[in-house]
């Protein structure tokens, strides 16, 4: 028979009774209509005593006849605005609620089941020894039983001090780790030991034969069985398979993980090195070391409890790259990168290497899914709108990942990713050909030049010139080879205050190179031609050549400040490095007495063409937004951000293309009229077709993104000149400040740094910025609340660049900090042996005094340094021995100096048979020394 059971005078209930009554409330209060399957049938005398109690809610109990409890239900389930209401289903499972009238009610409710040892298990944790619930409660075979031994457990009270206190497990977790010595208020004795571990075990249910082994690590210490507990806790219930060994008793022990949780969590935020020092001690633990080693990678969570988690799923992420299946390898990185993991929290290299992972698998991922974009294109308008909405992240991509995987040159775990870049290099630049042969192709059938309105020739006319008539002091920046997707990254990371900014793209002027895109940003253009008196060295305007910076800031000035040439007005101009160097005070005068800037910058393009690695190019970034700032600071509020043309990031395994008709270069050629006609592997156009005014010559081009044999030194990672997007797709970014509030009294800062630790190639500081108040009103970019820092070395041999640091932000080689709040681990990477790092705020945001950290000397004493007398040679030396490889590229990185590997190569020949290693000379990718 069904029965509505309704309230009735309380009763008494049991613990267990309380608990499962405190389940079912908030379950019923959170979800309303509560469909309770009782499979075994063993809560129906605990239903029938909760109405007789008074359950908040009505209760409707199944007791065998379907049509009384349909007629029961009558009107207590409908509407949308449910009222709460239990549904007992004794002896009802998932699948044989199908075969029942009851089917549209379970689907309409929300399902609860609970096993009846699951429950007694949760009702005794904290007040029955674990030990005994893990052996004697799966006997217990009812719920009165369950209720009598829980009754009688409770008999006799509290078993000594810490039990009569009554202290939550935080709260003496937190006390034991803030004072070792005390507890209660009172010296910690050693008799305390064992009633305290007692107390613990009782409420976080560690199990005997795992406190003892965790005592076993270290006998005289109370925190390793204490966190080393909650750390497996942890480790076993983050687990997607079962644990081995003697780590499933733990698992059975999941009515405790809240509290255990809860704890750890403490630890990591306030206790971080607690934390590490314990999992490295648990990670040699014979019973966890065999878990650790068990099953598959993936296999061991989203959490990374222990540092060997870490590093197996990074191995495993690895190689799946390596075999192309980068999905697995994303989400690993993700969760990694999102996780509350405390390793990569501590050691910021750590973070390094799986932001590379999610560069490498985010790279494949974008290639993969931006097969032959452009096939539906009609006009070059439409291949440059696809490639500034949509194509220009996978360049963003890749340049990233290079960057990344630049930093990781003089790091061991450097050789351990190369096969995993290499395979997703070669997915790039298959995709990367693949976009440029079908963009070349419609240049063929459209015309390789693109309407006025996305021509590089007109920027200044168009965009600068408007500005500067209507009386705005207005900033141009001319930016050699910056990329339309570097840009990009730029108006992302300026974005804030009042700014307003809006990246368009244009085409750059065929060739790509500077001598043709920096003189074609001044104003040239007639009639829309570009007048050549000689093929690319300069271009005519009135009655001089615009061929040089000098003259460029002449014609500049002659168009927009002096037109009648009266007064020889010029625009202000620096040099980046000018500006980022000059006093903030003497940048402001100078300001104030111009209406228009003109900022150049070879930076980029000098870091490619030197091969300083892509690493370098975030930091080229960092320097731009730093002078955007300084220039709005000194009152500047109108922008204009462009490039003379992009740049391509070679590869390395592709041959070039034999061609030896005119003057040929690495990414174009320049022939007589007639001299060439397109194949399958160039394309041509003449000078005539892209409106020059001058030499009847053509150019040719390689159709995807390989070069010409070509005579003379090029940039092995790095180059331009050619009809590829990248090249020629540059930017037109225009930043629009607002008016600009006073803030309340400012506040100055100063910066606090010392050494921790110095090595040949890495350096770890403490930093941190400190309030010092002088009551000075500023003006202040609005919403702004961190102090940015740039790291650098005076001496211009040497470099620097910022890997990562723990309690605060990196973006584009600058830490982001917090003043009053400690970042107490600052990794740098180095080379050319600083002997100082110096540590400013380069955006004037503030009055801050720039700096200086000693780094201490490193010497490498072998038994061989008297068997080389050249300085370089042995530094080179040094660097195989400690880390077992050397590039080429990282021979010029490491000494700076052009000809360094031609020496290395000529000295260690007669070397070999003296020194204490062998020498192996790897050719398959460049040239690399192995140490073996």
């Known amino acids: 028979m069904a029965r509505q059971l309704l309230t009735h005078p309380q009763t008494r209930k049991s613990r267990l009774a309380a608990h499962l009554e405190d389940l079912l409330a908030a379950k019923v209060r959170t979800s309303r209509l509560v469909v309770w399957l009782d499979r075994e049938g063993v809560y129906s005398d605990f239903v029938d ?44 499972t998932p699948e044989t609620i199908l075969k029942t009238p009851l089917l549209e009610l379970y689907e309409a409710g929300t399902k609860f089941t609970k096993n009846l040892h699951t429950l007694i298990k949760e009702a005794a944790a904290g007040t029955v020894a674990p030990e005994r619930i893990r052996d004697e409660v799966d006997k217990l075979p009812n719920f009165q039983a369950a209720e009598e031994w829980l009754t009688l457990q409770a008999e006799g009270g509290p078993s000594n001090e810490f039990e009569r206190a009554a202290l939550s497990p935080e709260s003496l977790l937190n ?128 959490i990374d409890t222990f540092s060997r988690e870490d590093l197996r799923l990074l191995e495993a992420s690895l190689a799946c790259l390596d075999r192309g299946d980068w999905k697995p390898a994303s989400e690993w990185a993700e969760q990694r990168l999102e996780s509350p993991s405390l390793w990569l929290q501590l050691e910021p290299d750590r973070k390094h290497r799986w932001e590379l992972v999610g560069a490498c698998s985010n790279l494949a991922g974008l290639c993969q899914r931006s097969q032959r974009p452009l096939k539906d294109c009609s006009t070059l308008e439409d291949v440059v709108e696809i490639y500034a909405s949509s194509l220009h992240p996978v360049d963003r991509a890749h340049r990233l990942m290079e960057q990344l995987y630049d930093k990781l040159r003089f790091r061991p775990e450097y050789a351990s990713f190369k096969g995993a870049v290499d395979k997703v290099r070669q997915g790039y630049y298959s995709w990367l050909d693949q976009l440029n042969r079908d963009y070349n192709r419609l240049c063929e059938q459209l015309g390789f030049l693109p309407p006025a309105h996305l021509q590089q020739r007109q920027i200044y006319e168009q965009v600068v010139h408007p500005l500067v008539q209507q009386q705005k002091k207005t900033a141009f920046f001319l930016i050699d080879a910056l990329r339309y997707e570097m840009a990009a990254e730029l108006a992302e990371c300026l974005q804030g205050g009042q700014l307003t900014a809006r990246l368009k793209p244009r085409m750059a002027e065929l060739p790509t190179i500077t001598k043709v895109g920096m003189n074609a940003l001044a104003p040239v253009a007639r009639d829309g031609q570009l007048r050549l008196k000689k093929a690319f060295e300069g271009f005519v305007y009135e009655d001089f050549s615009v061929n040089s910076p000098a003259r460029r800031i002449q014609a500049m000035g002659q168009r927009s400040l002096d037109p009648v040439k009266h007064k020889q007005k010029m625009p202000l101009a620096y040099t980046l490095k000018e500006l980022i160097a000059a006093p903030t005070q003497q940048v402001s005068d100078a300001v104030a007495q111009h209406r228009m800037v003109v900022v150049s910058s070879g930076e980029v393009d000098q870091a490619g063409e030197k091969d300083l690695g892509a690493s370098t190019f975030e930091g080229i970034l960092s320097k731009l937004q730093s002078a955007v700032r300084i220039l709005h600071n000194c009152g500047v509020k109108h922008f204009v951000l462009t490039a003379d043309h992009g740049f391509l990031i070679n590869n390395p395994k592709a041959p070039p293309i034999p061609y030896d008709n005119g003057e040929v270069t690495r990414r174009y050629a320049l ?262």
Not at 58 to 68: A, D, M, T
Not at 75 to 83: H, I, M, S, Y
Not at 266 to 276: G, I, N, T
Not at 883 to 901: K, M, P, Y
Request: charged fraction near 25%.
């Open 175 to 302: 006390d034991l780790l803030r004072q070792p010595d005390s507890i209660l208020d009172r010296k910690l004795e050693p008799a305390d030991r064992e009633p305290l571990l007692d107390y613990w075990s009782l409420k976080t249910g560690l199990l005997p034969d795992i406190r003892q082994a965790l005592v076993q690590i270290r006998p005289a210490s109370l925190v390793v069985p204490v966190v080393g507990w909650l750390l497996l806790m942890e480790y076993v219930n983050d687990l997607k398979r079962s644990p081995v060994g003697e780590l499933r008793a733990v698992k059975e022990q999941a009515a405790f993980r809240k509290v255990c949780e809860l704890c750890l969590s403490l630890v990591r935020a306030s206790f971080p090195q607690v934390y590490k020092d314990v999992a490295q001690e648990l990670e040699n633990l014979p019973l966890l070391r065999e878990d650790l080693e068990a099953g598959a990678a993936e296999e061991l969570g989203k």
């Open 671 to 932: 022939a007589a009229t007639g001299a060439s006609v397109a194949t399958d592997e160039m394309v041509t156009v003449s000078l005539k077709q892209l409106s020059y005014d001058g030499p009847d010559q053509v150019l040719c081009f390689a159709r995807d993104s390989r070069s010409f044999s070509a005579q003379g030194q090029y940039a092995e990672t790095y180059s331009h000149g050619g009809n590829s997007l990248q090249e020629r797709v540059i930017p037109v970014l225009t930043l629009d400040y607002g008016e600009r509030a006073k803030a309340a009294p400012r506040t100055r800062f100063c910066i606090k740094a010392s050494l921790i630790e110095t090595t040949p190639t890495m350096s770890r500081l403490r930093v941190q910025v400190e309030e010092v108040h002088d009551g000075q009103m500023a003006l202040i970019e609005a919403g702004q609340r961190e102090v940015r820092l740039a790291f650098s070395s005076p001496d211009p041999k040497a470099g620097v660049q910022l890997l990562g640091a723990t309690g605060a932000q990196v973006v584009n080689q600058q830490l982001l900090v917090i003043p009053g709040q400690n970042v107490d681990n600052v990794v740098l990477l180095t080379s050319g042996s600083p002997g100082v790092i110096q540590i400013s705020h380069p955006d004037s945001d503030y009055q801050i005094a720039t700096v200086e950290v000693a780094l201490a000397a490193v010497t490498v004493r072998t038994d061989w340094q008297a068997l080389v007398e050249d300085a370089n040679v042995f530094k080179i030396l040094s660097h195989l021995d400690k880390h077992g490889s050397i590039r080429e590229e990282e021979i010029f990185q490491l000494v700076d100096n052009n000809r360094a590997a031609r020496r290395f190569a000529n000295a260690l020949e007669p070397l070999r048979a003296k020194l204490p290693f062998k020498v192996r000379i790897d050719t398959s990718n460049g040239t690399t020394y192995i140490k073996e």
């Open 49 to 92: 005593q909760l109405a007789l109690r008074g359950f908040f809610a009505p209760i409707v109990s199944f007791r065998g006849s379907y049509l009384e409890m349909l007629l029961a239900l009558d009107g207590k389930a409908d509407g949308l605005d449910k009222p709460p209401l239990l549904v007992h289903l004794p002896g009802q």
